[in-house]
């Protein structure tokens, strides 16, 4: 839902400030910047997020973008559990390989799931690894980012061939729902 409202309405007072507010799912933006407003409020937001993000139209023929959807969305859940078990994410020298095999040190390897938390990482949709950043700056959940070069292996390029990361990731799980009930 998207919509605005006159914040001074409420105090007594006449403006002709109106702030604009959306809300997708269960997340509520009190005030949405630029590129979340053009998105989830577009008639059409396969092609605002095509002309925000620089990437192809996300639609039922469109099985890449499916399966990088698919992709990120279950590597960063993995990445949300590894968190709540050791307090840290991987760092990115360990990469998205400590999903797979226990960390060195035995004692953090304690809290480490039997079978890690993926038998194998997922590979892109052209059979690449994904590429795992983690900010070292501080402890703070959600602070990585996983992408994929897109159709080239390439870092930038459009269509088929643009980077497709974790920070586009709300926006495509909105349109593969809005799609899913058309």
Not at 94 to 110: C, I, K, Y
Not at 159 to 177: C, E, F, H, M
């Amino acid at each position: 839902m998207c919509g605005e409202y006159d914040a001074d309405l409420f105090r007594g007072s006449s403006s002709e400030d109106y702030f604009r507010f959306l809300t997708v799912g269960q997340t509520r933006y009190v005030r949405p910047n630029t590129q979340q407003w053009d998105i989830f409020c577009s008639n059409t937001p396969a092609e605002a997020l095509l002309e925000q993000a620089c990437i192809v139209l996300f639609d039922a023929g469109n099985t890449e973008l499916a399966k990088i959807t698919l992709g990120l969305s279950s590597l960063s859940l993995a990445l949300e559990r590894y968190y709540k078990a050791h307090f840290v994410y991987p760092t990115s020298e360990q990469g998205l390989e400590a999903l797979v095999s226990p960390p060195a040190n035995p004692a953090a390897a304690g809290a480490y799931p039997q079978g890690g938390y993926f038998k194998a990482i997922p590979l892109d949709p052209w059979g690449r690894p994904y590429v795992y950043e983690e900010e070292q700056w501080g402890g703070t959940e959600g602070r990585f980012t996983i992408s994929t070069t897109g159709a080239d292996g390439v870092v930038g390029g459009g269509g088929k061939s643009a980077d497709v990361s974790t920070a586009v990731l709300p926006y495509l799980r909105q349109i593969a729902n809005v799609i899913e009930l058309q």
